[in-house]
């Protein structure tokens, strides 16, 4: 039976809902996702066919004089000034729901992460806009998806969604974005998840980092907003460099691979390379799922490289069939964090997606998955991402167990991801 798990959203302070209208009805109906993408079109200036995307980047390049040479040249914003809400209207627009839905009659997550990832970067050029011009210089791109944590486990394909969002601290060049989604039922929205993203501002061609309008508060609450973005950074800075692939294990951790390793030992053999698997355990090796992606022009953002979306769902879909297959039913995701965007995806790419459950605990299954891409003139793979994805299933399932010590660093990787997810829900 699945654990029940309850969502204490973080309190954001009451900001004035600023929303996108109609350019021919000038309503105040809120937006949607195509208004949104709409929107990220016309700031940028981007091309709507493949083949005029050349012209459109190179039109961009005259954008520079625009840049702001210091951050103190540009006025503070306030957090309702990027405050925005937008419509996915799955219940009153029957004819978008089969994008949406998935085999289970629930709504693919997937689907969700790519409107959290286009609402992010329009929230933060709503920030950024200069008021006198169409055009913003600035190319802002998903750094990090911080973390991602849900109070619901399913998702209704027939209810509106609204999410709702807005800057939530600002560094020189970079800034955190926190998004909330909420479903309609029986007349009021309730909470789904909650989202924080952090987002990086760089000159037109996408080539050197750019300036970004200063954060000021206007009320107590949103100064504990502001200190809780400069905790967050300070957290992402320590969690980087506690990193395995840095320094070595605690000693509490060195202990634990060392008693798997003792628990794996052939007692008939009592041999160093003679190793047996426990009861109810699967080794780490015998838990991956490897994926290929052809990168066509259709899935290009408005910088015409792959939609950082694009790659969180497929790298979600993969994780998830992970997950379904190693426990034997259906998994509920439970928590995204840690996706750090480490190099853009070039259209044309081979995209290779490599999924290994590193993680297990009860219930909870730990899924990370690898991409990078793969240079078929030069031989060469390249890390993109690294996902970390927390499911839950249905039943109890098999211990993982890591057999080298590669496979150890990753199972410890996967229990830090676990205890930190634990810790936020």
Not at 70 to 99: C, N, T
Not at 297 to 326: D, H, T, V
């Amino acid at each position: 039976m699945l654990a029940t798990r309850l969502c204490t959203m973080r309190k954001l302070p009451s900001l004035l809902a600023r929303t996108l209208t109609s350019g021919t009805s000038g309503s105040s109906v809120l937006p949607d996702m195509s208004e949104v993408r709409s929107r990220l079109r016309d700031i940028v200036g981007a091309s709507t066919n493949w083949r005029d995307h050349v012209q459109a980047m190179q039109e961009r390049k005259a954008l520079h004089t625009l840049l702001a040479k210091r951050q103190e040249d540009l006025p503070p914003r306030r957090m309702k000034d990027s405050y925005l809400e937008v419509i996915l209207p799955l219940g009153s627009q029957p004819e978008i729901r089969e994008k949406y839905l998935n085999v289970h009659n629930s709504v693919r997550f997937g689907r969700i992460l790519e409107d959290l990832d286009s609402l992010g970067v329009l929230i933060c050029y709503t920030h950024t806009k200069q008021e006198m011009q169409p055009r913003s210089p600035l190319s802002i791109v998903t750094a990090l998806v911080d973390k991602i944590n849900l109070c619901k486990k399913i998702i209704y394909p027939d209810c509106d969604i609204k999410f709702t969002g807005n800057v939530s601290w600002v560094g020189k060049t970079s800034m955190e974005v926190k998004m909330h989604m909420l479903q309609l039922h029986d007349g009021d929205y309730s909470p789904v998840l909650d989202a924080t993203f952090v987002m990086v501002a760089r000159d037109p061609e996408n080539k050197r980092p750019a300036f970004v309008n200063p954060l000021v508060s206007e009320t107590p609450e949103e100064e504990e907003i502001i200190k809780q973005g400069e905790l967050n950074k300070l957290k992402r800075i320590d969690f980087s460099t506690a990193s395995l692939l840095k320094m070595a294990p605690t000693a509490e951790e060195r202990n634990i691979i060392h008693d798997i390793f003792l628990n794996t030992l052939d007692t008939r053999t009592v041999s160093f390379r003679s190793r047996k698997l426990p009861p109810n355990s699967v080794w780490m090796e015998d838990a991956k799922l490897k994926g290929l992606q052809i990168c066509h022009p259709q899935e290009r953002n408005i910088f015409n490289r792959i939609f950082g979306g694009f790659l969180m769902r497929k790298a979600f879909e993969l994780g998830w069939a992970n997950a379904c297959s190693y426990g034997g039913s259906r998994p509920f995701i439970v928590s995204v964090d840690d996706i750090m965007f480490q190099r853009p995806v070039e259209v044309g790419s081979l995209l290779l997606l490599s999924g290994q459950v590193c993680y297990t605990e009860k219930n909870y299954i730990q899924v990370r998955v690898h991409s990078e891409v793969y240079d078929a003139d030069t031989r060469e793979h390249q890390t993109t991402n690294i996902f970390h994805f927390t499911f839950i299933s249905e039943n109890e399932v098999p211990r993982v167990v890591p057999k080298t010590y590669g496979e150890s660093m990753l199972y410890l990787d996967g229990k830090r991801h676990f205890a930190a997810t634990m810790k936020e829900i």
